[in-house]
């Protein structure tokens, strides 16, 4: 009794865990297809698992195909064939260009690129796709007939079909074999193995981990291989009534040539016929499972077990776990996105993909553009040039254009930025320097003379103060720069160390620290109103610190900080020298009432920028 209801309680769970997804190994990896997604998982040359996910996508006129009884076998091959090739391509292109990573890339590609818009990589794969076939077509439907051929004795007699069907038989278990003399195949075997011990497992209720699914069986019923031996059979059975019926009741060739092409002719244009039939007959057996259809299935699993699948490795195990698991997912949720692989390509048709990426995320298209020329280190008006993109680089821009579209600035993300001549590393201690902060230091820098100490009030990063020290170095002048801030202090003297200046830091909440006399003191303090900032760009107002940026009330507190203490700090002939927000430079002049002379500076965009006043 207990064993009775073992058995129940085990159908009840298969049952339970019943699935329609499918799959096929390919380079590296495996395919899964659910009722309305593909995914294809790969492990790439640095070991990670990638996963390309795309949703089915089907014409109407497609639908209505495919559910007509023996159109539907035409349209499900041709699908197929679609469907495999351009996956067998895309895995193709994860490892198209590895070698390539240690060369430049070359004239014939170049050339490629620049004429036809097209990398070297979709002219091997599609080659190779196009080769694939004419070899198919040798190989399996030329091959037999040409044996035939030599064999005068068997031809226009009952044996020419029988050795017709042995040859092809022999030729197609042959050809299995042989190419498992090769490496790369063993391996795609061994993805195999991993695909059809994962559909088991979770047929069988267990859990898709490696560990668990690695003791599951490599061999699955619903295997394309077991299914080849019924189309085999039906191919050589039409094939033989056709051709019989075409020499006997339609035209008698003597010619052994000519009866050769025509017979072979009459193979590919059955070829579609063939197909409807096969897909029938399969649907018709696939609702039976029973002794008689066994039979049919039998030589397709002992293929399986003797050819077509080989014990995978756990990370196999792992990856076609990954495909699985992404089938299922967006099966059942239809709002989870599609994905693609991280390949090499043209760098035109990527940037372009990844500009309307930032477009319809609301970013500046012109951030692409810094990425990529970083990325592949060129200059920005050398994007023009087409070229190839290597899969590695690509891969380089992947990840910040996923961290830019998350929301990180892109100066956060590259690590540091060019700054007045200086590279100046950035990160959220501090403000990332902004290009018409330049226009400041270089005032400072031409307002300087020999021997001036000079402080930077307010110094974040210390852009403007290592800058100032770098283009002063030869004329005798000191440099401090203070901040409220301990991390941007210690940002600054970092950037300091990268940049080979001596200047001196000071943590100070303004002037509080701060001690001496200064020829020029140069400030760019915080000037947004407190209550503007909830408006700003959601990147600056998430990651930039609050501390930089709120400059009270109106924006003007810390000038007024500036004004109550300034002359204190200034020797003899002083100036102080500051950035405003647009619209305040006026305001600031009448906070600093009692001065020798002011000059209000325009930033290269024509707007009232900077504050320049004497003491």
Known sequence: MADKKEKKEKKAKSKKCGTYIGGQAVLEGVMMMGKTCMATAVRDPNGEIQIEAKRLKKSEGVKRASKIPFVRGIVNLISSLILGTGTLMRTAAVYGDEDEDEQEEGKFQKWLAEKFQVSLMDVVTGFSAILGVLLAIGIFIFLPRFLITIIPPVQNTIWEYILLGVFKLVIFIAYLAIILLLKDIRRLYQYHGAEHKTINAYERGVELTPEKVRDCSRIHDRCGTSFLFIVLFINIVIISLVTWAFHTYVITVDNSIAKFFINLGLELILLPLIAGISYEILKFLARFDNKFVAIFKAPGMLLQKTLTTREPEEDMIEVAIAAFKKVLEMDNDQSVPETEFITGGL?????????????????????????????????????????????????????????????????????????????????????????????????????????????????????????????????????????????????????????????????????????????????????????????????????????????????????????????????????????????????????????????????????????????
């Open 347 to 615: 760098l035109s048709k990527m940037l372009e993909a990844t500009k309307k990426e930032f477009k319809d995320a609301g970013i500046d298209e012109s951030d692409a553009e810094w990425i990529y020329a970083i990325t592949l280190g060129i200059k920005r008006s050398d994007l023009v040039r087409q070229r190839t993109i290597k899969s590695s680089e690509s891969k380089a821009i992947h990840g910040i254009v996923k961290e830019r579209l998350a929301g990180r600035p892109l100066w956060y993300i590259i690590g540091d930025t060019e700054f007045y001549g200086c590279k100046i590393k950035v990160d959220e201690r501090a403000l990332i320097p902004r290009p018409e902060t330049e226009l400041l230091a270089d005032t400072v820098v031409k307002s300087a003379e020999n021997g001036d100490k000079i402080l930077d009030m307010c110094t974040g990063s210390g852009c403007i103060a290592v800058s100032v020290a770098k283009a002063l170095k030869g004329k005798n002048v000191s440099v401090t720069a203070a901040d409220l801030s301990d991390a941007a202090i210690m940002l600054a003297e970092e950037n300091a160390k990268l940049n080979d200046v001596n200047v001196t830091f000071v943590q100070s909440d303004m002037f509080t620290n701060v001690r001496g006399r200064y020829n020029i003191i140069v400030c760019n303090p915080p000037y947004i109103k407190s209550g503007e900032i909830p408006f700003i760009q959601k990147e600056v107002r998430e990651h930039e610190p609050r501390v930089a940026l709120d400059g009270g009330e109106d924006g003007l507190e810390f000038y007024r900080i500036l004004a109550k203490n300034v002359k204190s700090y200034l020797a003899k002939d002083g100036m102080l020298i500051m950035e405003c927000g647009e619209g305040q430079a006026n305001d600031i002049l009448q906070i600093f009432p009692k001065r020798d002379y002011a000059i209000v500076i325009k930033d290269l965009a024509g707007v009232d920028r900077f504050v320049k006043i004497a003491f």
